[in-house]
């Protein structure tokens, strides 16, 4: 393997596409987690709001080292795996993140067509198939460079759970006073809610992503061999951290502002039981206003259309990585087969469940435990790659990020611990 400095000697590099952060902090806010966030409102108003300070710097952690492997390696995350952990361990972490992507990736199908049905009068399993072809299409024929330009303005609607949060006119004091001063009650619901926030702000969907999308971002500019791809600048990583920190406040802010403007409205209002996010939009509505209730379905809608395809591309990611096939969207359909049937089958086992009959909160539940037992595990592999010399040469990880790296993994498996406990209150 070439050193990083030895490859900057050779060629010029040029820096990332502004962005990549901002797309992936809005799969983080998908319409699973919108409902989580809606339901933690309604149920414990205000009472949530600290966690969103609190967890954002480890959502940076677990973004920017992910994209720090994908940019030195050369590699997306289980390519890396592969090449420096046994067989076991990766097929493992493997089962694990495929159950938990296609999952959440079949609830959040469900949750789009529930918020469009809101907004056009169209039976929901016809929705559900005509939004899944949809998303199928743009990762099938669409290239690298337009599916990131798509997924950058689909991101700014969003904003609209701000929006949602000024017409519910929440208390300003009360506000500020739960925003940083934690509230925590030591009971089941509140700690089950608690633990479902940081298992679906960590999710492992989102390392997998932010690792290839700085391969596919350095393929776009011509490095095709990974010979090309090794190494990093410091200019590089910087623009990278900066984007990065940009895209995960961005997602933040909106985890605060769907707890914010539930909190101010339907906890208020004694609404305590929301189980989607439609529901949350359809319940809005007489209480904030129909502009209220618009917005936020207008949001479920749009970071759909981000988080489906970064599930699903995501699981074919891993799947033919851990396998050895070529995988990227740089590929043409017919050069890429195998990883744009992993696509398929992904897309169509999560279109399939849709009419099975499972409640779909239910199937969250599940996602969630399966997410919250394989993102701890796959969180300290990304450490322990990321301060591995032979892999990142001289950029392996300094000292704060380790501390902050190290305190994620802590965390995580903290909340798993909590979810566990929580089945036997």
């Known amino acids: 393997m070439k050193e990083p400095q030895a490859e900057e000697e050779e060629r010029p590099r040029t820096l990332r596409a502004l962005g990549l952060g901002l797309i992936t902090g809005a799969a983080d806010d998908d319409p699973?987690?919108?409902?989580?966030?809606?339901s933690a409102g309604a149920k414990f108003g205000p009472a949530f709001l600290w966690a969103a300070p609190f967890i954002f710097p480890m959502m940076f952690a677990v973004v920017y080292l992910s994209s720090k492997l994908g940019q030195v390696s050369g590699r997306g995350l289980f390519a890396a795996m592969r090449d420096q952990y046994p067989r076991w361990v990766v097929d493992v972490t493997l089962v694990g993140v495929l159950i938990g992507n296609t999952i959440e990736a079949a609830a959040d199908i469900g949750g789009i067509a529930a918020a469009v049905e809101l907004l056009v009068p169209i039976p929901r399993p016809v929705l559900v198939v005509l939004v899944a072809g949809l998303i199928f299409s743009l990762q099938l024929w669409g290239s690298y460079r337009l599916i990131r330009n798509v997924f950058r303005w689909l991101a700014l609607t969003l904003l609209a759970y701000i929006g949602a949060a000024v017409l519910a006119r929440p208390d300003l004091r009360d506000v500020l006073r739960h925003t940083f001063v934690p509230h925590i009650q030591l009971n089941r619901e509140y700690l089950s809610l608690l633990v479902a926030i940081f298992g679906t702000t960590l999710s492992a969907y989102l390392y997998t992503w932010q690792s290839n999308e700085e391969v596919e971002e350095e393929i776009a500019q011509g490095r095709i061999r990974l010979s090309e791809r090794i190494g990093a600048t410091e200019a590089e990583l910087a623009a990278s951290r900066r984007d990065i920190l940009f895209g995960v406040l961005f997602s933040n802010i909106v985890l605060y502002f769907i707890i914010l403007s539930t909190g101010a409205t339907l906890y208020r209002a004694g609404v305590h039981d929301i189980e989607t996010a439609a529901d949350a939009a359809k319940a809005l509505r007489p209480l904030a206003g129909n502009a209220a209730g618009l917005l936020f379905a207008?949001?479920?809608?749009?970071?759909?259309?981000i988080s489906v395809p970064v599930m699903t591309t995501g699981a074919a990611y891993d799947l033919c990585q851990s396998l050895g096939w070529e995988a990227g969207l740089a590929q043409k359909p017919r050069e890429g087969a195998r990883f744009y049937g992993a696509i398929a089958f992904f897309t169509a086992v999560a279109v399939g469940m849709n009419f099975l009959g499972i409640n779909?909160?239910?199937?969250?539940?599940?996602?969630?435990?399966?997410?919250?037992?394989?993102?701890?595990?796959?969180?300290?592999?990304?450490?322990r790659m990321t301060n591995n010399r032979q892999l990142m040469g001289d950029r392996v990880n300094g000292w704060a990020i380790n501390v902050l790296g190290w305190t994620t993994v802590v965390v995580s498996f903290t909340a798993t611990a909590g979810l566990v406990v929580t089945w036997f209150l």
């Open 360 to 383: 779909p909160m239910r199937a969250l539940v599940w996602a969630g435990i399966v997410q919250g037992f394989s993102t701890p595990p796959l969180m300290m592999l990304i450490m």
């Open 32 to 38: 699973s987690a919108i409902g989580t966030y809606a």
């Open 298 to 305: 207008l949001g479920v809608v749009g970071v759909g259309f």
